[in-house]
Antibody
Framework: EQLVESGGGGVQPGGSLRLSCTGS????????IHWVRQAPGKGLEWVAV????????FYADSVRGRFTVSRDNSKNTLYLRMNRLRREDTAVYYC??????????????WGQGTTVTVS | QAVVTQEPSLSVSPGGTVTLTCDLS?????????PSWYQQAPGQPPRTLIY???TRSSGVPDRFSGSILGRKAALTITGAQTEDECVYYC??????????FGEGTHLTVL
């Protein structure tokens, strides 16, 4: 069971970037996926979550209206489209698998992260 | 918006017991906040330790346990090992699909 993020890089303030999170070793289409970020030297910040079928999505106040989550279950991939980027969006972005509903709420499998630098 | 608060740092002797706590500014923490705990070593992604208050994730040693103590969620390490020295984050579900992390507790084992 593995998640791999990609798409990070450098971008100017006001620019856009799309991150990808690809799952393998499990039934990707059965699980919700979270995005969590970590600014340099700082703690974890929950960013967003999308349900297993893409029918619902939720965002942190800090990114709502600028970031959009989507998924393509045929490609086992979740996306994070980031628009109007700010310097404070600079962080390592992790995707993490949501727990099955019967297990409650939280994450169990984490990717290694991809770095976004806004400057 | 609600804020999740953790002790910035704690220390424990090898073999000792330590409890980390997780407080929610807006209300007492309950099982409906589904408290979860994550461990992060330097340069590594987080690792899930505990979810839904007190369920250990696969492969997590039983010296780690979760609970609710009074108004807070708690992570207790019984018989701390030197490899437990890292940062611990709690996360709480606060409703409407939103989750919040605490700022993390840096645990020193010495």
């Amino acid at each position: 069971e593995q998640l791999v993020e990609s798409g990070g890089g450098g971008v100017q303030p006001g620019g856009s970037l799309r991150l990808s999170c690809t799952g393998s070793g499990f039934a990707f289409s059965n699980f919700g996926i979270h995005w969590v970020r970590q600014a340099p030297g700082k703690g974890l910040e929950w960013v967003a979550v999308m349900s297993y079928d893409g029918s619902s999505e939720f965002y942190a106040d800090s990114v709502r209206g600028r970031f959009t989550v989507s998924r393509d279950n045929s490609k086992n991939t979740l996306y994070l489209r980031m628009n109007r980027l700010r310097r404070e969006d600079t962080a390592v972005y992790y995707c993490a698998r949501d727990l099955p509903p019967q297990d409650g709420y939280g994450m169990d499998v984490w990717g290694q992260g991809t770095t976004v630098t806004v400057s | 918006q609600a804020v999740v608060t953790q002790e910035p740092s704690l220390s424990v002797s090898p073999g000792g017991t330590v409890t980390l706590t997780c407080d929610l500014s807006s209300e007492a923490v309950s099982i409906y906040n589904y408290p979860s705990w994550y461990q992060q070593a330097p340069g590594q992604p987080p690792r899930t330790l505990i979810y839904t208050t007190n369920t250990r994730s696969s492969g997590v040693p039983d010296r780690f346990s979760g609970s609710i103590l009074g108004r807070k969620a708690a992570l207790t390490i019984t018989g701390a090992q030197t490899e437990d020295e890292c940062v611990y984050y709690c996360m709480l579900y606060v409703g409407n699909g939103i989750s919040l992390f605490g700022e993390g507790t840096h645990l020193t084992v010495l």
